[in-house]
């Protein structure tokens, strides 16, 4: 493994802590209880570090006159270990805590829900259950740290081959750029919308990234082959692609382009004679509806170039977009100092799980320059929507927007059809409504 | 309207041509010569001066104006009754594509001229005469360039290569184990400066020499012409470097070394292997890594440079350039270096007093400890550098400055020896 073996035992975890008490109780069962107190089944908003604090310590009391101990594990769960004695007032406790949440399904649906909000354990009895549950919470932690620690060890990417296919080597890469060389792209040329949500989680249309489909291409040109397995030799497959189509763009009559859209490109690109070529071939008002769409580590990579291109392209028309931050890029670029129009943050499900500071200062940014320049991408799940909307993000792309964009239209079809009838059977109840 | 210049015919002389042709006092004329040769050369670049003349298109088109391109990079705009506002227009994009150089910086005071553009009026004799003057003398300097050029074109061909592709890596992976190139490990040291010159050793970095590495294995190739596949070849290259110097004796190292890691390779079964042949002594190794490399993931960054910060090893941050430390803090990466590119481009950069304010409190704020000055090849560096509080140096300089300052240590040893067995 690649870290060092004591690098993790700095800090024993509280998973491991409790392992280690639960051991330790099986000689002084007598008298002793657990109460488990599933916090990580909250919506993730009530997650917060804030409520979570709030809950530990309505624990402060007991734990202080040295009535029990309390764990606080990595998933927000709550474990604690009392004296029979003081059942009541843990009860107490916890009904306390119960309250704090009151408005989440957890909560609201205890009693048609199979988890309960608490569990509660006897320790002479269901020792074997606690000291199961112990062991699993201690695995599926070690089991977090080690895929964190092993990304790179020879077994993780043996794993990564057998499920992800054969890595992608120069030879492989040579291979398929010639094949690109000769193929009609094209085909491959997918469009995915950005668009303006509202509450009612309807979206309007703001523009659309067109891109070829590497997936598709993928499983034309190369089967089998796990094209992320190099992040270097997959920026440059990428930056091929990126400038087919460009090219295609330039050739009107290639690909059929309506409404506003954004492409990929490299600083470097918009700095070539192609990048020229389609340029000339777009009509001046049309380059207001472009956005052109750069990554970060190649804006970083050369500044001094990437601010005079920027300057050329948006003085053209264009608009520009600081595109792949994630969570912890998000914070060292600062969009608005670079002078990109707008931004695309990541969605990843451990922004729900951040603590509040960083919440906060995602509010800042989504805000800066009067909002609306934050745009969420991934999205793939109802819950990323919610999440940006909770920090002030309302623009958003990805599967879950493609979903609302067809449920949109579906609505729409049926409403037109609904006037149709209505229109038809003039007179009729019109009270009636279909949302 | 615009002439089209037949391909060896310099644009410097079909400009003379037409003043010839033209009366002294061409009435409606003018003339915009943009001084872009001024440029720091950064931001003087081919490709940049493409762009600034594209600017020009509209008016070219539209009006009775023709634009020149000096070999120098300069931009002369020839005019016939054009309203001024129109060609003021592009001449003020053109500043705003180099905003960030000193040259297109505004005299607040209105006093001074502007050093981007000068404007000469051909329809008075005195300035016809004096626009004369100065494109002759650009006529002569771009004959000059043309004929140094054409030499150097034939070099250059055979010296830089063609680009770098996915093939080359294919060939040169099969190569590479099999060509010995320990022997191209170059050092280069670190110094602290202080206010009597060299005070001590930092660390000296380990490093292969691209160019060397060129012409041993391709040597008509480009190996900087894509960044991805160049960063593709340092992946080998870190398992070449590591290997060696897991065969060094570390306890006999006098002085702390550096290595600049692919953040995958510290995350990597070979550095396991070096990690055990450091063998405690951990604190006597720093570990570089690419910015560009952080950006593209910094949750592996974060993984590598805890776990070596918890073993003692340091971690220092490569690839800032004083431009870029004015769009991130590098602080926030938590490095216990930080090293910033030198470049002559900076030269000027101190005639910019909100500039070095915001630099030095930048540099402060990181710990002034922590930031070191690299390629620094002459004194300007090193006094860019104090001037902005920087006392940690490397460079070609630091290695001649060092071997200066041990040979007159070396001499003035034997100069005691020898007084005393005089004595």
Redo the contacts between chains.
């Keep these: ?4 073996p ?2 993790q035992k ?1 800090i024993p975890s509280q998973e491991n802590l409790l392992l280690d008490y639960v051991r330790r109780l099986e000689k002084h069962r007598g008298g002793r209880q657990v109460v488990h107190v599933h916090l990580s089944q909250l919506r993730p908003f009530n997650r917060r570090e804030q409520h979570i604090r709030a809950a530990t310590s309505s624990f402060d009391p007991l734990i202080s006159t040295t009535m029990g101990q309390l764990f606080a594990l990595r998933s927000a769960d709550l474990i604690f270990a009392f004296k029979a004695e003081a059942r009541p007032q843990v009860e107490t406790v916890v009904q306390k805590v119960r309250f704090l949440f009151s408005d989440d399904p957890l909560i609201a649906e205890v009693s048609t829900h199979e988890k309960p909000f608490a569990t509660w354990y006897d320790a002479v009895n269901d020792y074997d259950d606690i000291l199961r549950l112990a062991r699993e919470l201690a695995e599926e932690e070690e089991v977090r740290l080690t895929k ?2 092993s ?4 077994r993780s990417s043996l794993r990564a081959k057998q499920e992800q296919g054969e890595p992608l ?3 492989i ?2 291979r398929v ?1 010639d094949a690109l060389g000769r193929a009609d792209l094209s085909n491959y040329v997918r469009r995915q919308f950005v668009c303006k949500v509202d509450s009612k989680l309807i979206p309007e249309q703001e523009f659309s990234e067109l891109f070829i489909s590497i997936n598709d291409l993928r499983e034309t040109l190369m089967p089998g082959v796990n094209l992320t397995s ?4 997959f ?2 497959l990428t ?1 091929t692609l990126d400038k087919r189509m460009l090219s295609m763009l330039s050739k009107t009559d290639a690909i059929t382009i309506t409404g506003e859209i954004s492409i990929n490109a490299n600083v470097k690109t918009l ?2 004679d192609e990048f ?1 070529v389609f340029d000339d071939n777009v009509s001046a008002s049309r380059r207001g509806a472009m956005v052109i769409e750069l990554q ?2 190649d804006i ?2 050369d ?3 990437f ?3 920027r ?2 392209v948006q ?1 053209r028309g264009y608009r520009v977009l600081l595109d792949g931050l ?1 969570m ?2 998000m ?4 969009r608005e ?2 002078g990109c129009d707008h931004a695309k943050l990541i969605w990843t499900p451990a922004l729900a799980d951040s603590g509040d500071d960083v919440k906060e200062r995602l509010r800042q940014i989504a805000a800066s320059g009067g909002g609306g320049r934050m745009i969420m991408c991934r999205c793939d799940t109802r819950e990323s929507v919610e999440f940006g909307r909770s920090v002030g993000i309302d623009r958003f792309q990805g599967r879950f927007i493609e979903g609302l964009i067809a449920e949109d239209g579906r609505r729409r079809d049926l409403l037109k059809l609904k006037h149709r009838i209505q229109r038809g059977t003039a007179g009729d109840d019109e009270e009636e409504m279909i949302e | 309207m615009a002439e089209i210049p037949s391909p060896d015919m310099l644009e410097e002389k079909l400009l003379l041509d037409r003043l010839n042709r033209m009366e002294a006092g061409a009435p409606g004329y003018y003339a915009v010569h943009l001084h872009l040769s001024e440029l720091k050369s ?2 003087r ?1 081919p ?2 001066i ?2 600034a003349s ?2 020009f298109d509209n008016l070219t088109n539209q009006h009775e104006a023709t634009l020149f391109q000096m070999k120098n990079a300069d931009q002369i705009l020839l005019c016939r009754t054009v309203p001024v506002h129109e060609v003021e227009n592009p001449v003020e ?1 053109v500043r ?5 150089d000193q040259l297109t910086h505004i005299d607040e005071t209105g006093l001074g001229e502007d050093r981007l553009s000068t404007w000469y009026d051909l329809s008075e004799n005195e300035d016809f005469r004096a626009f004369v003057r100065v494109v002759g003398s650009l006529v002569l300097e771009a004959e000059e360039t043309a004929k140094r050029e054409a030499a150097e074109a034939v070099a250059q061909q055979k010296s830089v290569g063609q680009p770098l ?3 080359h ?2 060939a ?2 099969q190569v590479l184990p099999r060509v010995p190139i320990d022997d191209l490990i170059r050092e280069q040291l670190c110094l602290h400066i202080g206010a009597n010159g060299p005070e001590g050793v930092i660390f000296r970095e380990h490093f292969i020499s691209i160019g060397d590495l060129k012409k041993r294995v391709a040597p008509g190739v480009n190996l900087f012409s ?4 160049f ?2 070849l340092t ?1 080998g290259l870190d398992r070449v470097i590591l290997a060696n110097m897991a065969g060094r004796n570390f306890e006999k190292m006098s002085e702390p070394i550096s290595l600049n890691l692919n953040i ?1 390779t ?4 070979d ?2 292997n070096f ?1 055990r042949a450091v063998a405690g002594h951990e604190d006597n190794v720093i570990i570089e890594m690419q ?2 490399d952080i ?6 960054f ?2 590598a440079r ?2 070596l910060q ?2 003692g090893y340091r971690v220092l941050v490569d ?1 800032i ?1 004083p ?2 430390m ?4 590098p602080a ?2 938590g490095a216990d270096f930080i090293k910033v590119g030198w470049g002559t481009e900076f030269e000027n950069e101190e005639e910019d007093d909100s500039k070095v304010a915001d630099l030095r409190r930048i540099i402060r704020d990181a710990g002034k400890e922590s930031i070191i000055l690299s390629r620094v090849d002459s004194e300007q560096a090193i006094q860019w550098g104090l001037n902005l509080g920087i006392t940690r140096f490397q460079g070609f300089l630091m290695d001649r400055l060092i071997d200066t300052v041990r040979s007159q240590g070396r001499r003035a040893r034997i100069k005691k020896e020898r007084a005393a067995a005089a004595r």
């Excluded at chain 1, 190099?230 to 030799?233: A, I, M, S």
């Excluded at chain 2, 950006?295 to 592996?300: K, L, N, P």
């Design positions: 493994m690649a870290t060092a004591d690098a700095a964190v620690r990304r790179m060890d020879a080597t120069p030879d890469l040579a750029e190099n992040r270097w030799l920026y440059h930056e700095l070539s020229q970060k580590e970083f990579s500044l001094p170039a601010l005079i291109a300057e050329y003085e994630t912890q890029t914070f060292l670029v600062d100092k670079l | 950064s931001n670049k490709h940049f493409r762009l594209r600017n994009k705003a594509l180099f905003s960030e592709t996915a093939q890596l294919t040169l992976s894509s960044i991805w596949l960063q593709y992946e995958g510290v995350l990597s079964r550095f396991q990690h910015v560009i950006f593209s993931d910094v949750d592996a974060t993984i805890n776990m918890q073993n690839g350039s431009v870029s004015q769009f991130f803090d926030i990466l």
